[in-house]
T-cell receptor
């Protein structure tokens, strides 16, 4: 039982490049989330998926797209990376949205030059 | 005003000390509350949920005051291993906010020998 896994762990991009961050959970959770964490700050919600087949914007969705591929997988895509997207990205999952504990993946450290 | 505000810290305390963190939230309809712990460069992990009746887990006690819209975390007999950043998390109401989580910026605790 691996919990929540994320790939890659580290990534360096040049401005304008694109990439997809992958996330998978094996806990049969319905809800999945993408957050970003900038130095000295809390986590900010980018997008979430309350259930398979649905996605909704969070607090900071601009510059990102997501896909809930199936119940297990939720990917985050940066179409044209910008230096302002340099951050640590965490994926999380929970049984349902709103009341349950969220379980986090180990994070992806992204630097955009 | 931020939706969730925490004591800015940092807190530097000796081993064995008692330390308390506070967190205020702005949405009176918020439905659930949590404290997460985050070690340096790692993912957040649930420390404890916070209930109106208060709850205790060993050396940790969490309290919720809905009337004043704040939650607190008390750590007794601090250990070196308690050194971490503590994140206050508030989930919004399902009806208007889809239960999304808002994270505080965190309070950093360093316990010294």
């Amino acid at each position: 039982n691996a919990g929540v896994t994320q790939t890659p762990k580290f990534q360096v991009l040049k401005t304008g490049q694109s990439m997809t961050l992958q996330c998978a959970q094996d806990m049969n959770h319905n809800s999945m989330y993408w957050y970003r964490q900038d130095p000295g700050m809390g986590l900010r919600l980018i997008y979430y998926s309350a259930s398979e087949g649905t996605t909704d914007k969070g607090e900071v969705p601009n510059g990102y797209n997501v896909s809930r591929l199936n119940k297990r997988e939720f990917s985050l895509r940066l179409e044209s990376a910008a230096p302002s997207q340099t951050s640590v990205y965490f994926c999380a999952s929970s049984e349902v949205t709103g009341t349950d504990t969220q379980y986090f993946g180990p994070g992806t450290r992204l630097t955009v030059l | 005003r931020k939706e969730v505000e925490q004591d800015p810290g940092p807190f530097n305390v000796p081993e064995g000390a008692t330390v308390a963190f506070n967190c205020t939230y702005s949405n009176s309809a918020s439905q659930s509350f949590f404290w997460y712990r985050q070690d340096c460069r790692k993912e957040p992990k649930l420390l404890m949920s916070v209930y109106s009746s208060g709850n205790e887990d060993g050396r940790f006690t969490a309290q919720l005051n809905r009337a004043s819209q704040y939650i607190s975390l008390l750590i007794r007999d601090s250990k070196l291993s308690d050194s971490a950043t503590y994140l206050c998390v508030v989930n919004g109401p399902l009806r208007t906010n889809a239960g999304k989580s808002t994270f505080g910026d965190g309070t950093t605790l360093t316990v010294k020998p």
